[in-house]
């Protein structure tokens, strides 16, 4: 019954490489959102949507792609990845102005 | 533009005593304030936010903070430090514009000499 969820917990993937992580949420929250966690643990908003609907995007780039299926469900396409783009990325969730939760993070390694 | 500073990178406390974790912030209006923990390996958990009302908001595990808005200063403080209270500390500021934006700091990480 965990609230926040994705898929991966991990992911070692090689440089060029293309990949996705998954994330649901069974909170009946309006908002999800994607934060990518540095190596220095600072945490930075890279998207937001609102019922289905791009809100933020925080100069991230045009190699990540997020999808938005339904409310529930948030997911983060990578092309081309490269060694910068290690990092934990978490997923988050809340009702419009209302408190975030988050996954438990996923950690890609590029090598 | 909004943004939240944590002054201190590492703090060391030993068990038993107290713990002030500071955090300011920027922003135009009143806003949303919320500190979270990040244990090793894991995600965020919420100890606290502050919305409106009572400046002094109590969490969980034994934590609280005080709103001051002439400070602009939300600290995170606890009386009496557990071993298991080791962790990222972050402290996170909402945008009531309507833009959804949760900006967080840049973590304080605690450990407790036992």
């Known amino acids: 019954d965990t609230a926040v969820s994705q898929t991966p917990k991990y992911l070692v993937t090689q440089m060029g490489n293309d990949k996705s992580i998954k994330c649901e949420q069974n909170?009946?929250?309006?908002?999800m959102y994607w934060y990518k966690q540095d190596s220095k643990k600072f945490l930075k908003i890279m998207f937001s949507?609102?019922?289905?609907?791009?809100?933020i995007n925080e100069t991230v780039p045009n190699r990540f792609s997020p999808k938005s299926p339904d409310k529930a469900h948030l997911n983060l396409h990578i092309n081309s990845l490269e060694l910068g783009d290690s990092a934990v990325y978490f997923c988050?969730?809340?009702?419009?102005?209302?408190?975030?939760?988050f996954g438990q993070g996923t950690r890609l390694t590029v090598v | 533009a909004q943004s939240v500073t944590q002054p201190d990178i590492h703090i060391t406390v030993s068990e038993g005593a107290s713990l002030e974790l500071r955090c300011n912030y920027s922003y135009g209006a009143t806003p949303y304030l919320f500190w979270y923990v990040q244990s090793p390996g894991q995600g965020l958990q919420l100890l606290l936010k502050?919305?409106?009302?009572?400046?002094l908001v109590q969490g969980i595990k034994g934590f609280e903070a005080e709103f001051k808005r002439s400070q602009s200063s939300f600290n995170l403080r606890k009386p009496s430090v557990h071993w298991s209270d080791a962790a990222e500390y972050f402290c996170?500021?909402?945008?009531?514009?309507?833009?959804?934006?949760?900006?967080f700091g840049t973590g304080t990480r605690l450990k407790v000499l036992a």
């Open positions: 502050y919305f409106s009302g009572d400046t």
């Open positions: 949507y609102n019922n289905k609907e791009l809100i």
């Open positions: 996170a500021v909402g945008n009531l514009m309507g833009t959804y934006k949760y900006i």
């Open positions: 988050a969730s809340s009702q419009p102005l209302g408190v975030p939760f």
């Open positions: 909170l009946g929250h309006d908002t």
